[in-house]
């Protein structure tokens, strides 16, 4: 079976009728890491947005490493209570947002809203998770999530 790399398997421009539209939830520095050069790649021949919440480490990765994230919602909260409205707020958002630009295709690492709203706008979403002992997350969002990407041990 014959190898490709990346760069051979993804040409440097495509008709504009393959285009698609790519959108692309970060709430952690962890994740941004992990999407920023698939960003980055895929960017070349698809439209790609970026959203983030507004979370302190995630602003400063993003400043230092000059990329423009599209910030949506709130970060934190205290109690239940407020982490709840503070989700259920940027879905909100979210969901204004995507239904704008008309992603073809939600990526995320398990985001909850990014989740939601996929779901609700019937959009497929690929989830990357490699943390299945974060029960809260877990639980709220890979059951409604296209298809789960996570590493083999």
Request: one cysteine or more; proline letters at 7%; charged letters at 20%.
């Amino acid at each position: 079976m014959e190898k490709f790399t990346v760069r051979q398997m993804i040409p440097n421009t495509a008709p504009e009728s393959y285009r698609l539209k790519i959108w692309f939830d970060v709430t952690t520095p962890k994740e941004l890491l992990f999407f920023e050069s698939i960003m980055e790649r895929i960017s070349i021949n698809h439209d790609v947005l970026f959203t983030t919440g507004s979370s302190p480490m995630v602003a400063e990765l993003c400043s230092i490493r000059n990329l423009c994230p599209t910030q949506v919602g709130e970060f934190g909260g205290t109690d239940r209570s407020q982490r709840l409205t503070i989700q259920v707020d940027r879905a909100a958002a979210l969901s204004s947002l995507a239904q704008k630009f008309k992603p073809d295709v939600v990526i995320s690492s398990c985001s909850i809203e990014a989740s939601r709203v996929s779901f609700g706008l019937g959009i497929p979403h690929m989830g990357f998770s490699n943390t299945p002992y974060n029960e809260s997350i877990c639980r709220r969002s890979i059951p409604l999530i296209t298809k789960l990407f996570t590493p083999s041990y």
